[in-house]
């Protein structure tokens, strides 16, 4: 009792905050960088619109302030505090954002030619630290739910399957919650994992809120994951790019994690993005529960009066099986039976109503809710929905979301394709059983169809000649339409 009394102590502090805020109290004479001068030389329109404030926080790295690559001070506190709060063994602030933070991951559990085992579905940056870190990736193809129209992460029987199939294996990298608030059931693919005896890493970047909710999805930290990244900015009150990586793992060399860390990080850390994420995790700490709660009823308000509309579909947590979670706080509407699709509805709520929503789709849109969100806002959302519902309405349904199979060969190390082949562009149709040279990814479904090392198959041909035909552009095309995909030089 008395030791959890004194953790509720120490997490009142914000060590980190108070002294950047200190120091910006003294309004000292700079030399240092940054080079506006405590915004002196700051444009005056910019200026006179956040204040002046902000930028005497703005500051570099010497002793009071502490060094985000050697904490000492107040930085090592701050880290020591948001362990605490989340319970783990350690956690590191990161400024680069999630992506640094899956990139770290990679490079911290694995060593050149590992193997792992990674859903289809992973956010780019996984790619990135595929790449970075010269692992040969095993790829899950991720199940389609055809009447929601959405992606699912990796069942804990998949992963069993692939770890069977592949027992060299050393890792298992999972996506939980994805965009569109589906959990995996962590409990029991981490089950899987130890059974195996491998290292289990999560990019759980959209779920720093879900460890102080007992409503919302098993959080990595509370299924005991090696590693988790999650974004501080994405649903709490962190500013942009503020993100952490947690450290729990028996496995894994902690001090490898920090040097790791440091090697990806800028040596000019934003301070203020820093004291952002100190004052984040003491208000979830002691608030998180209440404001999540609040959040909860007005989500559940939402999708009850989103539902009663003719042509538009919010879906709840029933609506999954049971291997799936839902956070509530996002809320995915479908709005095929609208006939629009979703880039067509997110442009009407931003231009005629003022709204914008986190992402869009050919079949959904997505209204992220964070501890920011208030009651006026989702009445804003409903009632906009409610009278494109009535206003907008085509004939037919759009295309339904389907996937080509993507249990490809990988005939080379993507790291090997990137840094070192030679490419050249070929048709795409006659690219079947060339060697893919680069990355693309249509949206949807968002997910990469082809990668770097990759045997490109005929029906991957087809699929990607089906969208180019339909107008659908491809994230990672150099080209204004798909006619040609990039291939290893023999």
């Known amino acids: ?154 069942s804990p029987e998949q992963i069993e399957i692939a770890i069977k199939k592949f027992p060299e294996v050393k890792a298992v990298f999972i996506t939980s919650p994805t965009y569109n608030g589906v959990g995996a059931n962590l409990k029991k ?76 990080q800028t040596t000019s850390p934003n301070y203020i993005i820093l004291a952002s994420m100190d004052l984040s995790r003491r208000q979830m700490f002691f608030y998180g529960r209440q404001i999540i709660s609040k959040l909860i009823n007005y989500a559940g308000w939402a999708r009850r009066q989103i539902n009663r509309l003719e042509n538009m579909h919010c879906f709840c947590k029933e609506e999954l099986n049971s291997d799936y979670t839902l956070d509530v706080l996002k809320l995915t509407i479908n ?35 964070g501890m920011g969100t208030s009651k006026k806002d989702i009445e804003c959302l409903v009632k906009a929905l409610r009278e494109i519902d009535n206003k907008y309405k085509r004939n037919g349904k759009c295309w339904g979301l389907q996937l080509p199979s993507l249990s490809t060969e990988m005939v080379m190390m993507p790291r090997e394709v990137v840094l070192l082949k030679e490419s050249k562009r070929v048709s795409l149709k006659r690219a079947a059983g060339h060697i893919c040279a680069e990355t693309l990814t249509p949206y949807p479904p968002g997910i990469p169809i082809l990668i770097p090392g990759e045997r490109i198959t005929r029906e991957i041909c087809n699929y990607l000649q089906n969208l180019s035909c339909r107008g659908i552009r491809v994230s990672g095309q150099e080209t204004k339409t798909l006619e040609t995909v990039k291939v290893v030089t023999n």
């Not at 619109?49 to 570099?60: A, E, R």
């Not at 974004?231 to 028996?250: A, M, P, R, T, Y």
């Not at 979703?342 to 914008?356: A, C, D, F, R, T």
Request: hydrophobic share 40%.
């Open 335 to 369: 709005v095929n039976r609208l006939g629009l699709t979703g880039y067509e509805v997110e442009s009407i709520l931003n231009k005629n109503y003022n709204i914008q929503v986190d992402c869009a789709d050919l079949f959904n849109i997505i209204a992220l809710m």
């Open 1 to 154: 009792m008395k030791k959890k009394e004194n953790n509720r102590k120490c997490q009142e502090k914000v060590p980190l905050f108070d002294v950047v805020f200190k120091h910006a109290k003294k309004k000292v004479i700079s030399f240092h960088t940054p080079g506006h001068k405590n915004g002196q030389g700051v444009d005056k329109i910019f200026k006179k619109f956040i204040g002046k404030n902000i930028f005497y926080m703005d500051v570099t790295v010497f002793p009071e302030v502490d060094s985000l690559h050697d904490p000492r001070g107040p930085i090592k506190e701050a880290q020591k505090l948001i362990a605490q709060a989340y319970g783990v063994k350690k956690s590191f602030f990161l400024v680069n954002g999630s992506t640094v933070g899956n990139e770290a991951m990679f490079l911290s559990a694995c060593n050149p030619g590992d193997s792992v085992i990674v859903s289809r579905n992973a956010h780019k940056s996984v790619m990135s630290g595929i790449i970075l870190s010269g692992v040969w990736p095993i790829w899950i193809q991720p199940k389609i739910d055809q009447k929601l129209d959405i992606l699912l992460d990796s």
């Open 189 to 264: 693919i981490v089950e899987v994992v130890r059974r195996y005896n491998k290292i289990i890493l999560l990019d759980e970047a959209h779920g720093p809120h879900l460890k102080f909710h007992e409503d919302l999805p098993l959080s990595g930290v509370d299924a005991k994951v090696d590693l988790c990244v999650q974004s501080i900015h994405k649903i709490l009150c962190g500013l942009s790019q503020g993100s952490v990586l947690h450290f729990n793992s028996d496995i894994v060399d902690p001090n490898r994690v920090a040097k790791i860390v440091s090697l990806l």
